[in-house]
């Protein structure tokens, strides 16, 4: 059974930076394609993040890009999202998401697996 369990979510200033962890159990790290995923309240699921198994392809929603890091340590099975100069806007429950193989999607349908969320809120 597939396991994701994100952390280090929590409440931070505008202009300030989080980063979230997402550990990977019961599946070959390395050939999984990661992705990082954000709902605000009312509002439908985005794609924020993602990156390939080996690390060297990633892709980002525009509203992130130059903001946020995605990375991915395959030794200890876990991916990374470096938040910098967050926005109000940012704030959201962010989901770590997996899929098998080495395609990188924006669709969340795409992914198979799913962590429980954890929730980044933007202060001013």
């Known amino acids: 059974q597939v396991q994701l369990v994100e952390s280090g979510g929590g409440l931070v200033q505008a202009g300030g930076s989080l980063r979230l962890s997402c550990a990977v159990s019961?599946?070959?790290?390395?050939?999984?394609?990661m992705g990082w995923f954000r709902q605000a309240p009312g509002k439908e699921r985005e794609f924020v993040a993602a990156?390939?198994?080996?690390?060297?392809?990633?892709s980002y929603a525009d509203s992130v890009k130059g903001r946020f890091t995605i990375s991915r340590d395959n030794a200890k099975n876990t991916v990374y999202l470096q938040m910098n100069s967050l926005k109000l806007e940012d704030t959201a429950v962010y989901y770590c998401?997996?899929?098998?193989?080495?395609?990188?999607?924006?669709?969340?349908?795409?992914?198979?697996?799913w962590g429980q969320g954890t929730q980044v809120t933007v202060s001013s």
């Open positions: 990156i390939r198994g080996g690390g060297e392809t990633t």
């Open positions: 019961g599946r070959t790290f390395s050939t999984t394609t």
């Open positions: 998401a997996g899929r098998p193989g080495l395609a990188l999607f924006s669709n969340g349908n795409n992914y198979n697996y």
